[in-house]
């Protein structure tokens, strides 16, 4: 059956159009959300939650009456053109999801999407994002990144998703489940292979936490302790070929560089020199303990 498009209505012109807000609330601290977020939510005619419970507890917290309605990926199919109606008769929407930045990953699209094509004004308040604020404290490059939601829970799809991703050596960042956390890094790492990573735990909540290394190292992690909470996961690009591997100079003169220009202790300094040469860090002691019974000394 062919798909039929939803007509495309123009209001009076005597009738004063609404807008729509895509408002940004807190990800776990409630004191982190802007002014100008507050006061659109207290002026504004109708809130749209994914979750209205959810919302009312931040409501309450900032003495906020707004009316609120549900919208959620169960009901936008109908709820997005109710409150595009109501937006063409001047009604004023705030739409927000139950944390972070509405539409990213959240519902909010079909209405985003259904405003801007009946011309409705579409403001959006910038704010929190768990995606954004995991990425800034990860420590991995970020000039270039790649979102991609959360991976598919289907493995033989989680596969291919990760296969097409092979081949982008950048930074990626996606969601994830606790329950998924262990079968998506065993799969990342037979696909993309020992990269450096980050779970971003909890982000902004009271158990925030970092867990920081290599694939391999984070699984073993993951074995001594069940990870809970909201997850951000972020892949460092991956490991340069090996012809362009850093391979030259005495490992115990980058050692004691890397000790001088750093402060790294020798085993840390070790394992960062054992990192940019692609091997184990077992291999880089063993070969430093050839050159120093050898008697390769710094130059």
Request: hydrophobic residues 40%.
């Amino acid at each position: 059956m062919p798909s039929q498009k939803l007509p495309v209505h123009h209001p009076s012109s005597q009738t004063p159009l609404g807008r729509l807000y895509i408002v940004g609330t807190p990800i776990g601290n409630l004191e982190d959300i802007t002014l100008r977020a507050l006061n659109t939510l207290k002026t504004c005619d109708i809130i749209a939650c994914e979750d209205t419970r959810r919302t009312q507890k931040l409501l309450n917290h900032y003495d906020i009456r707004t009316r609120t309605i549900s919208y959620h990926e169960h009901n936008e199919m109908t709820r997005a053109p109710e409150l595009v109606l109501k937006m063409e008769q001047g009604s004023v929407v705030s739409l927000v999801s139950d944390a972070g930045t509405p539409v990213l990953s959240d519902p909010g699209f079909r209405l985003v999407h259904l405003a801007v094509r009946h011309k409705i004004p579409v403001i959006p308040v910038p704010g929190p994002s768990a995606l954004v604020a995991a990425l800034t404290a990860a420590g991995l490059p970020m000039n270039e990144f790649i979102f991609t939601g959360f991976l598919p829970a289907r493995r033989s799809a989680r596969l291919k998703a990760l296969k097409e991703l092979a081949g982008f050596n950048k930074t990626i960042v996606f969601y994830e489940a606790p329950h998924r956390l262990t079968e998506s890094l065993r799969d990342i790492q037979e696909v993309l292979g020992d990269r450096e990573a980050v779970i971003a735990r909890e982000v902004t909540k009271i158990h925030e936490e970092f867990i920081r290394g290599y694939v391999s190292e984070i699984r073993v992690i993951l074995k001594k302790e069940a990870v809970k909470g909201e997850l951000t996961v972020i892949l460092g690009p991956g490991r340069v070929p090996e012809m362009e591997r850093v391979t030259a100079g005495s490992i115990q003169a980058e050692i004691e560089r890397l000790r001088k220009t750093d402060g790294l202790d020798e085993r840390t300094a070790l394992k960062a020199v054992a990192r940019a040469r692609g091997i184990s860090r077992s291999e880089a002691y063993r070969q430093l303990q050839l050159e120093k019974s050898a008697g390769k000394l710094p130059a």
